[in-house]
């Protein structure tokens, strides 16, 4: 079954860095876009980067441009993203999940599978 596994979650300074990585399993990781998404407590799941199936095409959130960068190693089955400059804003459970399009990046309900989230902690 597909699986995708989040790490490098953790707590950090404001003004740090961080870098997320999901490695995905039980699919054929270049017939899929890939996103993160982040939650906090009470508040919808919303969209942070995305990923078209080779890389070419990204696309972030306003609250991501700038500081943060999604990227993808298509040989290790791994999407990763760093995370510059951090505030306490950003602060949430962060999520990987894989759709089947490139179009509608920012769009949670093209996104099929998900992983269970790990946990960035940014004090204020």
């Known amino acids: 079954q597909v699986q995708l596994v989040e790490s490098g979650g953790g707590l950090v300074q404001a003004g740090a860095s961080l870098r997320l990585s999901c490695a995905a399993s039980?699919?054929?990781?270049?017939?899929?876009?890939m996103g993160w998404f982040r939650q906090t407590p009470g508040k919808e799941r919303e969209f942070v980067a995305g990923i078209s199936k080779f890389g070419g095409t990204t696309a972030y959130a306003h609250s991501a441009k700038g500081r943060f960068t999604i990227s993808r190693d298509n040989t290790k089955n791994t999407v990763s993203l760093q995370m510059n400059s951090l505030k306490p804003e950003d602060t949430a459970v962060y999520y990987c999940?894989?759709?089947?399009?490139?179009?509608?990046?920012?769009?949670?309900?093209?996104?099929?599978?998900w992983g269970q989230g790990t946990q960035v902690t940014v004090p204020s």
């Open positions: 999940a894989a759709s089947p399009r490139d179009s509608g990046l920012e769009n949670i309900f093209e996104y099929q599978y």
């Open positions: 039980g699919l054929w990781f270049s017939s899929v876009a």
